[in-house]
């Protein structure tokens, strides 16, 4: 069964990951194109072993999608619990949208489907750009900052995550917002700069715009994006205008899992 109250309101994941006995957790984090998974050093962030990754199925359809989440949590012969991400809002369990997954992910209780699965054990499902928040807080380009860090993942689009103090406010879909007449994902995510072939200046410059529209609603002590993109931060990240400090997301390929397993052990049920 999933656990959690169906108000998501804010949750914290600090100083919680000792609530696992082992120091261990287990994340997957579900994707448009593969499904990862591993165990975590709940101390460290660090992953111990391998990841295990399997192609996500096309269709992506929520039993599919559940039967390649239990093969990959057989694969390491885990029994504990099981922190998921999926590419959706999730609200109580429930999946309220579908990025890069099929549409009958939409109103499918995702917690409840995945605990089937895996023998009914307790699962935490909740959002990816909110897990990538998480581990890029506690363990990565986040980690030495106190106050107000927002986590951005400049791709297709423009995914957040907003915590305060290691206090998580979940869902909040700063892709959508309107910046200038347009939707913030529409004006920077990197897939904008690719389809019109900006220059690193050029784009830089819709981000910052973003990035001002973020700040004065929410005055940040730190920005820190993520993506494929931030691999080269060097070269877009100097030319940033905006006031708040901004760091490149270290975790990369590995937030998603380490923020899922922080937030299952942590009970964290948006």
Known sequence: MSNGPTDPGPV????????????????????????????????????????????????????????????????????????????????GGVARTAANVDRAWIGTDAGALFSEHLGGRNVTVL???????????????????????????????????????????????LGHMEVDGKEAEHRAASRIKEENDLSYKQWAKEVSRVLERIEDLFWP?????????????????????????????????TAGIVGAALASTSRVAP
């Open 12 to 91: 914290s994941i600090a100083d919680r990951t000792g609530t696992a006995p082992s120091g261990r957790g287990f994340g997957v984090d579900v994707g448009g194109s593969g499904v990862k998974g591993g165990i975590v050093d709940l101390a460290t962030g660090e992953l111990i072993g391998e990841r295990h990754k399997i192609e996500t199925p096309q269709p992506s359809t929520p039993q599919a999608v559940a039967e390649t989440v239990r093969a990959i949590v057989d694969h390491f012969d885990w029994t504990g619990d099981v922190g998921i991400t999926l590419p959706c809002v999730v609200t």
């Open 127 to 173: 959002n990816d750009a909110d897990a990538a928040g998480i581990a890029e807080d506690k363990f990565g380009g986040g980690r030495d900052t106190k106050g107000v860090v927002i986590l951005l993942t400049f791709g297709t689009g423009i995914g957040s995550a907003i915590l305060q103090n290691g206090v998580l406010l979940p869902n909040t879909e």
């Open 221 to 253: 002590d730190l920005f820190i994006a993520g993506g494929g993109i931030s691999r080269k931060a060097e070269k877009w990240i100097p030319l940033l205008t905006n006031r708040t400090p901004v760091q490149p997301a270290t975790l990369r390929n």
